[in-house]
Every structure is written in C-alpha cells, then in structure tokens.
C-alpha cells in the first residue's frame, strides 16, 4: 500500500506544475 502511495503522489506531482497534490483520499 505505501508503495502504491507513493506512485500515486508521484504521477500526481508530474502532473501538476505547482508539484503540489490537492487534497483527496490518496493524500
């Protein structure tokens, strides 16, 4: 599961320019 975590904070931080992931179930 953290694994899993990560991946998804990652993929997320790509995705945005500000790097910052906004507030949902995986955070």
Not at 9 to 18: A, H, V, W
């Amino acid at each position: 599961m953290k694994e899993q975590k990560l991946i998804h904070e990652g993929l997320i931080t790509e995705s945005l320019p500000n790097g910052t992931p906004p507030p949902g179930p995986f955070r």
